[in-house]
């Protein structure tokens, strides 16, 4: 789970990396950090923390030159702390490079361990890191050669942005997990992983980098290489349900119009009998929206979000019961007493949110709640980007629907169904993956890592 973003040939590159890293925030809120390049050497700062935080008009001046790439990180590999934040920088033989990484490798431990074996240092536990390395021992011309051949032996989900003193390469992997997407503004080329970067720059949209393909982009223009034999797309269907931005285009789809016929199938599949459906704000709202159009229940804003909650914040010293939930929801109080209601979620992973939601549904006067969730139950962790839990931790992995309704304490609890989420991607159901709902995993990884 992160945001990549990179401009090239722009007079303010690392402002507008700076405003692109602000619309992609929700991908990663663990660290940030840019690189640029003034056609000599690369300059690059990163820090913990949110992109708003890290950032001063001072580090932007710093980040000189025409070019740039950012990254915005929340850790899926690689331990939260400063050393394994992005763009990963290193000098080599023949010069610095600069990577940002969406997505995560299957092989990178195996690689690593190849060249560890053989002497290479590491100083992050990014898999990233092996990108750069392979990237320095390739004995190939040019610099796009060289990705080419790294890329060639890493397996896995990436979406990638690498800079140069020079040149600056965009790539994504051959089953096209993670999306990334193509932008001008003016004259300049500008890549992220989500449309929504390009309007805030207002930059519009070019396409989307396919999977497999390599752009190279440097004074002479755009270059795009195919350099891959093609393979079936997997890409990843958690973006659509809840991980990407509603205004943004990926995969060739709106996010928003995806997830509000989640929730338009799921009122086909699970009605209700209720007086009011709610959301879960705010990746509910969406498929919230659908649920309540097609079996036109009332919609009420029963739950308010704080926006402003940080990622730590003091606790009292007599602890508050369900005090971590409580700081960023709190339900309507007087709209759903002694009412019949149902909340939409866009997902159950360790069933803990749910269960204190439903809590304070109650405590608020609901008769009745029901819950339904605009995806399949997760039973099974993401080995290629998405931040979930180990396995015994997904609570779908070991209890039935029945048994997590009496978990959550929730009157009636449905999901989406496999079949219903495809139907919402109709025409191109086959190209995403569904690994976490069905444990049908299109790439193999050491099967030890599934108990980890
Ligand atoms: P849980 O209490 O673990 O069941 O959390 C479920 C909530 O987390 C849902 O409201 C989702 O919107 C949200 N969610 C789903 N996937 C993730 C993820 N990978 N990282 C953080 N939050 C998530």
Redesign the pocket.
Known sequence: ?CGIFGIFNHSEASNHTYLGLYALQHRGQESAGIASSDGKRLHHYRQMGLVSEVFTRETLKRLSGESAIGHVR?STSGSSELKNAQPFVVDYAKGSIAIAHNGNLTNASLIRAELESNGSIFQSNMDTEVIAHLIARSKAKTFVERTIQALGQVEGAYSLLILTEREMVAARDPFGFRPLVLGQLREAPVIGSETCAFDLIGAKFVREIQPGEVLLINEDGIRSFNPFSPKPRHQCI?EF???ARPDSFIFNRNVYQVRKSLGTQLARESPADVEMVIP?PD??IPATLGYAQESKIPFEMGMIRNHYVGRTFIEPEQSIRHFG?KIKLNPVKGLMKGRRIVAV?????????????NRMFRHAGAKEVHVRISSPP?THP?FFG????KRS?L?ASSHTVKEIQKFINANSLSYLSLEGLKKCVQGEAENFCYACFTGDYPISFPIERLNE
């Open positions: 789970m929340y958690f349900i809840y991980f879960i990746s509910g939930v979620d866009d997902s159950i992973v360790r069933a803990t949110t749910s269960r204190k939601i997760i993401c998405i931040d979930t839990p931790e609570i």
